[in-house]
């Protein structure tokens, strides 16, 4: 099936992501651990010897990612599933438009997905949806866009 990717430009902090979850199908997000007040998304960060678990912010656009293990900042990452272990890193050539990085891939309900950076602190995130109309929720006033993810 022919299936048309956009790419969507959103201003920063105005949706967060609610159903995030690895190539298997295992959801991401833990309630238990909030952040923005929005369950976070936890992965395995991997960085030579260091791995841990780290909670990203969901909040798009926003990065108070708790680290539970000390990795330096522009270093790149490995990241993991924490149920199955899968690397999330995208496969293939495809790098960082900013600093040529490879790239991290989340996967959203109705195959959108959301790429990001594997360098801490590079803070490039694309957004890609496939049938907007559906997914592209609510909209609240200019900057607020509450995305049925
Ligand atoms: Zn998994
Ligand atoms: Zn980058």
């Not at 190539?23 to 369950?39: A, Q, R, T, W």
């Not at 803070?123 to 049925?148: C, F, P």
Request: proline share 7%; hydrophobic share 40%.
């Amino acid at each position: 099936m022919q299936t048309e990717r956009i790419i969507l430009e959103v201003p920063t902090q105005a949706l967060h992501v609610k159903h995030a979850s690895c190539l298997n199908g295992h959801s991401l997000m833990d309630p238990s651990v909030p952040i923005n007040g929005f369950p976070s998304i936890k992965i395995i960060l991997q960085y030579g010897d260091a791995k841990g678990i780290v909670h990203l912010d969901p909040v798009y656009g926003s990065f108070h990612n708790i680290f539970d293990v000390d990795i330096p900042e522009g270093v790149v990452v490995k990241m993991f599933c924490p149920t199955c272990g899968v690397d999330m890193q995208i496969p293939g050539e495809r790098v960082c438009d900013w600093c040529f990085s490879p790239l991290f891939q989340f996967y959203l309900p109705k195959g959108g997905v959301l790429e990001g950076c594997l360098k801490v602190g590079c803070h490039q995130h694309k957004l890609k949806l496939v049938d907007v109309d559906e997914q592209l929720g609510i909209i609240h006033g200019r900057n607020q866009i509450q995305l049925l993810m």
